[in-house]
């Protein structure tokens, strides 16, 4: 039974965290987003984020970002430089092609840092990608 389920893979659909000006706080702030590089529109996107470390869990937050057409971007949340520390997942579910899609991205702890920024092409900009 279970070898006649299709799990779809997940390809060129990324979370990154992306340091920019915010006017409201007059600092530079890390901004997870989730891209569409695909050639298609990304229906229905649900990301759910979390973070732990030994001690410490954050809220579950859950974020109903609807349809994202091919080669954009979507602001998912702010992540609180107290947080950077922990271990940052993010669970992707969207539908395409007529079916359902999911992955689970993942920050390490501390690896997101300034001094680990490159290029992202979609955005214009550097940042970090999750794995």
Do not use: C, Q
């Amino acid at each position: 039974m279970r070898k006649d389920i299709e799990i779809p893979k997940i390809e060129n659909v990324h979370i990154v965290a992306v340091k920019e000006w915010d006017k409201d706080f007059t600092e530079r702030l890390w901004n997870v987003y989730l891209v569409n590089n695909r050639e298609d529109t990304i229906d229905t996107v649900l990301v759910l984020s979390r973070g732990n470390s030994d001690d410490k869990k954050t809220s579950i937050l859950r974020h109903g970002l609807g349809k994202l057409p091919s080669k954009t971007t979507a602001k998912v949340e702010f992540i609180s430089e107290e947080v950077l520390g922990f271990t940052n997942e993010y669970l992707v579910t969207f539908f395409a092609e007529n079916k359902l899609f999911e992955r689970k991205f993942i920050f390490e702890p501390n690896s997101i840092s300034e001094d680990r920024v490159f290029a992202l092409p979609v955005l214009a900009s550097e940042g970090i990608l999750a794995k």
